[in-house]
């Protein structure tokens, strides 16, 4: 008997040595700040789901008779309360800025008005969903205006800068906003900063910054143009400039670094078909001096763009075609920034939103109409 459980002993230490375990995860500091190391593979992390599908479920869709009999045309931009209300920002419908729908995708209401006026906004930009499901979105003529979720105006806050685009608030009174300066004689044509502000928009920071080359005064300049991508969730701030390679900083919303998500990638070599949708653009009276100045580097950017879900997870998009022809492959990591798994996904997702295990993404369609598509995460 004493052998029989010696034997059954050693046959259980086999297996707990030689079974699969759990990856260990590399991490470095740089500078006192914490950096996850990620590779080519995803990490094995034990009672880590990856698997998951979307299902879609409805979609509002502005070149439908319905939805433009309620005078919603266009759409700039949309966010998602703590209910699944859904705000959809019409800034060409002078008479009602703000579209409400239910979380079913069933017509609410609709309110705010251009004007000059209290409460009103002359060009209304960049719709968010600030704290108490209070609803902000920025005048760039000097405004940012806060309403409840039934319309009502809360406050409106004038704004000195006429460089401001967009307004992000923050949860704890802090303002991330968005610049576009420039200077037609300088090296760079135009620069957007990505700038953390108190309350009473006096600038604390600088998180990132993305310089636009000037193609009046350079002989030469890369097609390939970029932007800083930044989110914001659950307490933390995620900023990325693909031209700095495949690196993500996260900010707390006081401004400090708190870790940088790295991983290695493949590259991917610039197509004929990007240069040729990219030259295109410069198929107009008075730019074809600027079209010839024009020159691809082999490589394409490390990724696309990027979005967070509710539970913290970062999905990255990368500039890899994915299984089908709308598709690219995401990067998908853990609330820890440890990448878990890649999957092909609609391009159109690269600026999704996830609220409550459903996913919801503006798409724009071939007539130029766009459509909020919204999808289930199983």
């Not at 500091?29 to 990620?38: S, T």
């Not at 002078?94 to 609410?108: A, L, S, T, V, Y």
């Not at 100045?293 to 990368?318: A, N, R």
Request: hydrophobic share 35%; net charge neutral; aromatic share 12%.
């Amino acid at each position: 008997m004493r052998k029989l459980l010696i034997l059954v002993s050693l046959i259980l230490l086999f297996f707990c040595f030689c079974g699969p375990k759990q990856e260990e995860v590399e991490k470095i500091i740089e500078d006192g700040v914490e950096v996850i190391v990620n590779h080519i593979e995803p990490y094995k992390i034990k009672g880590q789901p990856t698997a998951f599908n979307l299902e879609e479920e409805f979609v509002i869709d502005s070149e439908r008779d319905d939805i433009a009999e309620i005078g919603l045309t266009y759409i700039d931009s949309f966010g998602v309360d703590s209910e699944e209300d859904i705000y959809l920002l019409n800034s060409k419908n002078p008479e009602n800025i703000i579209f409400r729908f239910n979380r079913k995708g069933n017509f609410i209401d609709s309110f705010g008005r251009q004007g000059q006026g209290p409460g009103e906004a002359q060009w209304p930009t960049s719709l968010r969903i600030y704290r108490h499901d209070e609803i902000a979105f920025t005048d760039s003529h000097h405004k940012f205006l806060i309403f409840t979720k039934h319309g009502n105006l809360i406050r409106e806050t004038s704004i000195v800068s006429t460089f401001i685009d967009v307004v992000t608030p923050l949860d704890n009174g802090h303002h991330l906003i968005e610049k576009s300066l420039f200077n037609t004689r300088a090296e760079y044509i135009m620069q957007r900063p990505l700038i953390l502000c108190n309350s009473e928009f006096e600038e604390i920071k600088e998180l990132e910054k993305y310089k636009y080359p000037n193609y009046l005064t350079k002989k030469r300049f890369n097609g390939l143009i970029s932007d800083v991508i930044y989110k914001v969730s659950k307490g933390k701030i995620y900023v990325g400039n693909a031209d700095r390679g495949y690196e993500i900083c996260v900010y707390d919303l006081n401004g400090n670094l708190l870790k940088k998500i790295r991983k290695e990638y493949n590259t991917i070599k610039v197509s004929e078909e990007v240069k040729k949708n990219i030259l295109e653009k410069y198929d107009k009276p008075g730019f074809e001096g600027f079209k010839k100045k024009i020159y691809f580097p082999e490589i394409m950017p490390p990724y696309k763009s990027f979005f967070i879900d509710d539970k913290g997870e970062l999905f990255v998009m990368t500039n890899e075609k994915g299984k089908n022809p709308e598709e690219y492959m995401f990067d998908i990591y853990n609330p820890k920034g440890i990448f878990i798994e890649r999957k092909s996904l609609n391009g159109s997702l690269g600026w999704a939103i996830v609220k409550q295990s459903r996913l919801y993404c503006l798409k724009k369609k071939e007539s130029g109409y766009k459509e909020l598509i919204v999808y289930k995460m199983n």
